[in-house]
Nanobody, 126 residues
Framework: VQLQASGGGLVQAGGSLRLSCAASGTFDMGSMAWFRQAGGKEREFVAHIGQSGGAKWYADSVKGRFTISMDMRKNTMYLQMNSLEPEDTAVYYC?????????????????????WGQGTLVTVSS
């Protein structure tokens, strides 16, 4: 399984970006998610989506601003990020857990995901 993340960049506060995560090697993913890691901090959960496109869960810090989606024909997950804030600056990672969809509490745990993309840097200037 390979995950290829893209779409990061530099944007001003209040702006938008859309991240993509293209998956290859399997179509048997139960859960996919975005995490992020800012300098000197631990990796944190951002958003989750089930393989069927349901089970969309978000971190409180991004709820109402970010939207996770999936194009099953392209086997690609997206993260639409609006109203970006300087605090959103981080490397964003996409991840996948095979077969069964994770339950709500487990979906927020980075340790539950077997596969990771390489990360894409998002920088939000004030």
């Amino acid at each position: 399984v390979q995950l290829q993340a893209s779409g990061g960049g530099l944007v001003q506060a209040g702006g938008s970006l859309r991240l993509s995560c293209a998956a290859s090697g399997t179509f048997d993913m139960g859960s996919m998610a975005w995490f992020r890691q800012a300098g000197g901090k631990e990796r944190e959960f951002v958003a989750h989506i089930g393989q069927s496109g349901g089970a969309k869960w978000y971190a409180d810090s991004v709820k109402g601003r970010f939207t996770i989606s999936m194009d099953m024909r392209k086997n690609t997950m997206y993260l639409q990020m609006n109203s970006l804030e300087p605090e959103d600056t981080a490397v964003y990672y996409c991840s996948a857990h095979l077969r069964a969809r994770l339950i709500y509490s487990a979906a927020r745990d980075a340790g539950m995901y077997e596969y990771w993309g390489q990360g894409t840097l998002v920088t939000v200037s004030s």
